[in-house]
């Protein structure tokens, strides 16, 4: 039996990650592209409120060395109603699986989510909460389908459960890109433990859930509609607005059909 199988929960944290990439240049020569704002507010609040709205109170952002900037824009975490704690990366950005590595005395042995901070989802972050907390996986990922597959990480699927999952291959094996909200139970620490840097010297978020499920881990999956990933350019930043403001408008007409009824 896998270890933690059996392991009681007291309650889930949340991982997420602003350290600086080289994504989106020019701006990020001058700018960390998770304080770059989205439809007038910077788009790693959309994250931190999206915790919160699924009532987690522990978040640990992991940041570069000799960042100070984030600390100070973002906070301790009162405006979200939530403990801030910052984790620094040292070494430089070396790939999601380092994230989870870095952060190991933060977790302890808690259920926790990963939530890339340069993403935005606007999925029901509760319902997926319950979801993972009302299963017997080690790892629940919310999965999207894109045009162009081959530019993520594609898990290779076998019904309700991921065997494989390939980091930007040539020759996907779904039409799913894995999105950048994860749930994990403390085994993913002992699947960052056991695997190797990839030909680029990263910890490729992609071997943890491959490792998990190819040693009788339990890796499931969700699949998620409304996602936005920058893909490089500072003309993506348009679709992540639309994607918000759209997100807006709706929740706006809801509310005034609500107050008609």
Known sequence: MPAFAGMTYKYMKALLTAARNNNLKPLTHTVNKHLIPLANKPMIFYALEHVASAGIKDI????????????????????????????????????????????????????FLLYLGDNIILDNLPALVDHFENSDANCLLTLAKVPNPQRFGVPELRGNNIIRVEERPVYPKSEYAVAGLYFYDA??????????????????????????????????????????????EPKDLLEGNKLILSNLSNSKREGTLEAST
């Open 60 to 111: 640990g952002i992991v940041i570069n060395e000799n960042d100070n900037e984030a600390p100070q824009i973002i906070g301790d975490g009162s405006k979200f109603n939530s403990r801030i704690t910052y984790i620094k990366q040292t070494g430089g950005t070396l790939g999601l699986g380092h994230v989870i590595k870095v952060a190991r005395e933060f977790l302890g042995n808690e259920k």
């Open 187 to 232: 085994s993913a620490h002992i699947a960052a433990e056991n695997i190797k840097p990839s030909f680029r010297g990263d910890y490729e978020i992609s071997d943890i859930h491959t490792w998990l499920a190819q040693n009788e881990y339990n890796v499931i999956w969700k699949e998620i509609k409304n996602w936005w990933k920058d893909r490089g």
